[in-house]
């Protein structure tokens, strides 16, 4: 009987936005399935999805002082920002 053994021992990578606003600080999980691939090979997720998974809106981070918004690739418990969110861009977002 043959053996099959795996060629690669991939990391279990994870994610997470961290949110900075003037009074506090918030910490959000990101599920697998919101990754997306580019075509470049950069890795996104949308900022909107994570936040309505977790009943928060635009409008909110707006009320709280929004000050900073990172995108982390967590690979073996080392954390990476991999995206700087221009904080500018989201809140003239919430402008209707």
């Known amino acids: 009987m ?8 991939y990391p279990s990578n994870k994610y997470k936005y961290v949110i900075e606003c003037k009074s506090m600080q918030i910490t959000l999980t ?3 399935n919101d990754i997306i691939h580019n075509a470049d090979g950069d890795i996104d997720c949308p900022l909107e999805t994570v936040l309505r998974k977790n009943n ?3 409008y909110e981070l707006k ?4 000050v900073n918004i990172q995108f982390i690739e ?8 991999t995206n700087q969110i221009d904080c500018e861009t989201v809140l ?3 402008q209707f």
């Open 63 to 66: 009320k709280w002082g929004l």
């Open 92 to 94: 003239q977002s919430t």
């Open 2 to 9: 043959r053996e099959t053994k795996p060629t690669h021992n």
């Open 74 to 81: 967590i690979i073996n418990e080392e954390e990476t920002i």
């Open 30 to 32: 990101v599920d697998n």
């Open 56 to 58: 928060f809106t635009l």
